[in-house]
């Protein structure tokens, strides 16, 4: 079975389970499966991932993505920034470091494992 199928097939069960429509629960699936996958192989996709940090957020108490803003839930996986400690989305951040080898808020260098 392929992963697309296997997606499809995850959502399908989640929508029915919660009375949710498909088209949603397949967005929500596939964010999910390229979050996981980002964080699998952040580091060897773009080695800049090594300038941050796995983090959970442990309560409530106003964290909000630079990139996207929007709250940080209690339970939600983050990443900080090792030099400022800067927090973000994983999606956000993965996204933005594809792109720029700097923290989006105080345009701090990531610094990477590589050596050039």
């Not at 060897?44 to 309560?59: K, Q, S, W």
């Not at 630079?66 to 994983?90: L, N, S, T, W």
Request: charged share 30%; aromatic share 6%; net charge negative.
């Amino acid at each position: 079975m392929r992963c697309d199928d296997m997606r499809t097939e995850v959502a399908m069960w989640r929508a029915r389970e919660t009375n949710r429509d498909l088209e949603t629960t397949l967005m929500e699936v596939q964010l999910e499966v390229n979050i996981e996958l980002a964080k699998l192989l952040s580091e060897t996709i773009h080695p800049a991932f090594a300038g941050t940090n796995g983090v959970e957020i442990e309560e409530e108490d106003g964290h909000v993505c630079g990139i996207c803003p929007q709250y940080m839930e209690k339970g939600e996986e983050a990443r900080g920034m090792r030099v400022c400690g800067h927090m973000f989305h994983d999606y956000c951040i993965f996204e933005w470091v594809k792109r720029k080898p700097n923290c989006p808020l105080c345009r701090c260098p990531i610094h990477t494992n590589t050596k050039h």
